[in-house]
């Protein structure tokens, strides 16, 4: 866990709350948790996830196909 001391403005402070209060959360540190968890599943592109990176590390590691006419492979013809 690492601990930041920040500063908000007023209404930054207020959206928090409303959030704390909207989700039962005990603190602002949560609050922002919550936040930056709805703009990750909402707003960040799949490839800017973490998850995401580990899977293609994964992927990149497996053993390749050589394939010499995709359309005959998968039956395209």
Known sequence: MVKAIIDIDNHTNQVLNIVK???GLNDKSEAIEKVVDIFEEEIMEPELKPEYIEKIKKIRKEKSIKV???DDRYGLN
């Open 68 to 70: 010499k006419s995709f």
């Open 21 to 23: 209060a909207q989700y």
